[in-house]
């Protein structure tokens, strides 16, 4: 018999889940516009800028690089070489545009055989891409050996409506220096990922940029229940322990939290 996980900070942690997805929830969309945020609804624009507007989001804003690279393999996800020719044959009766823009906003509808279901939805923090950039997005992959006719209209009206420009910021009732030292210590996460300025060792990820590339319910998940999670591409499964939610306290488990939490 498989003993609960996080006997021990369990209930604690779902009152802090709770409470994120509460203020995630109420976060007014009032933030105003970042100068990076692009807009297409309306405006002429051609193909070829299309891509050009996709491929910029894909190096920067997107931040898919620190999962995926294109003609390379990445360490977290598929190689997106020749994504736009073989979309169209993923998923029978589904076109390459289809395939590509559920892959974006609901990337775990259908999972490339080998890989865990880890990867976030575009459209919501911390990517929170809007739906103009979805569509650039979408044309730039169609581009990588496929023909790129995409159109707005393709783009659900919803994609990108929560994200309100920029990606909301949420507060962590933890202490991110207590957290460091946990990592370091009784945590000894340390022992296998690096962590920015701290750690070195390869056996797990470099966690230096989880938090622009992972929710806080993911992250918050993989410390109570890495298994459940799905095991990171490239990395051996059950070597990340599972204990932690008895061994933690939840003082310690929320200040770990709030420190993952500030790496980007
Ligand atoms: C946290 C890591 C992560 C990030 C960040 C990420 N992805 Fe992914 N992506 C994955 C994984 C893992 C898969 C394979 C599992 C699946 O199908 O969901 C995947 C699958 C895909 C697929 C389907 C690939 C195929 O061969 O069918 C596409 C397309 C894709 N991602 C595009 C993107 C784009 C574009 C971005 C940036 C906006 C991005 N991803 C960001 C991890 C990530
Ligand atoms: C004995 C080695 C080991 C220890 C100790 C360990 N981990 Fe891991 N961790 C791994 C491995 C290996 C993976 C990748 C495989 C997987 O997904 O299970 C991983 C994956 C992760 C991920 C997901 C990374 C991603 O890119 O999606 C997070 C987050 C994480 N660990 C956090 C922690 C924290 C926080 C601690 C300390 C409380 C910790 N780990 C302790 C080995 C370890």
Same mark, same amino acid.
């Given at each position: 018999?498989?003993?609960?996980?996080?006997?021990? *900070?369990?209930?604690?942690?779902?009152?802090?889940?709770?409470?994120?997805?509460?203020?995630?929830?109420?976060?007014?969309?009032?933030?105003?516009?970042?100068?990076?945020?692009?807009?297409?609804?309306?405006?002429?624009?051609?193909p070829?800028?299309?891509?050009?507007?996709?491929?910029e989001?894909?190096?920067?804003?997107?931040?898919?690089?620190?999962?995926?690279?294109? &003609?390379?393999?990445?360490?977290?996800?598929?190689?997106?070489?020749?994504?736009?020719?073989?979309?169209?044959?993923?998923?029978?009766?589904?076109?390459?545009?289809?395939?590509?823009?559920?892959?974006?906003?609901?990337?775990?509808?259908?999972?490339?055989?080998?890989?865990?279901?880890?990867?976030?939805?575009?459209?919501?923090?911390?990517?929170?891409?809007?739906?103009?950039? *979805?569509?650039?997005?979408?044309?730039?992959?169609?581009?990588?050996?496929?023909?790129?006719? *995409?159109?707005?209209?393709d783009?659900?009206?919803?994609?990108?409506?929560?994200? &309100?420009?920029?990606?909301?910021e949420?507060?962590?009732?933890?202490?991110?220096?207590a957290?460091?030292?946990v990592?370091?210590?009784?945590?000894?996460?340390?022992?296998?990922h690096?962590?920015?300025?701290?750690?070195?060792?390869?056996?797990?990820?470099?966690?230096?940029q989880?938090?622009?590339?992972?929710?806080?319910?993911?992250?918050?998940k993989?410390?109570?229940?890495?298994?459940?999670? &799905?095991?990171?591409?490239?990395?051996?499964k &059950?070597v990340?322990?599972?204990?932690f939610?008895?061994?933690?306290?939840?003082?310690?488990?929320?200040?770990? *939290?709030?420190?993952?939490?500030?790496?980007?």
């Amino acid at each position: 018999m498989r003993l609960p996980v996080a006997v021990k *900070v369990g209930a604690f942690a779902l009152v802090v889940m709770g409470t994120y997805t509460y203020y995630a929830n109420s976060i007014p969309q009032i933030q105003s516009k970042p100068p990076a945020e692009l807009s297409l609804e309306g405006g002429n624009v051609t193909p070829a800028q299309l891509v050009k507007a996709g491929e910029e989001i894909f190096h920067t804003k997107g931040t898919c690089e620190i999962c995926h690279r294109i &003609g390379q393999k990445g360490t977290r996800a598929p190689d997106l070489a020749g994504i736009g020719a073989r979309a169209g044959k993923t998923k029978p009766g589904m076109s390459a545009k289809q395939y590509i823009i559920e892959s974006l906003l609901q990337p775990g509808a259908y999972l490339v055989e080998g890989y865990p279901n880890i990867m976030p939805q575009v459209d919501k923090p911390p990517i929170a891409l809007n739906r103009s950039e *979805v569509w650039a997005l979408t044309a730039f992959l169609e581009s990588q050996g496929g023909n790129v006719d *995409v159109t707005l209209d393709d783009i659900p009206k919803t994609a990108g409506a929560t994200a &309100g420009g920029a990606p909301a910021e949420i507060k962590i009732p933890g202490d991110p220096k207590a957290g460091e030292v946990v990592f370091s210590t009784k945590g000894a996460c340390i022992a296998c990922h690096k962590a920015g300025k701290i750690g070195a060792s390869p056996v797990g990820p470099d966690l230096s940029q989880i938090a622009k590339i992972q929710t806080p319910d993911y992250i918050m998940k993989k410390i109570l229940d890495p298994a459940g999670s &799905g095991t990171v591409a490239g990395f051996p499964k &059950g070597v990340m322990p599972p204990m932690f939610g008895q061994t933690l306290t939840a003082k310690e488990y929320v200040d770990l *939290v709030a420190f993952l939490l500030t790496l980007k």
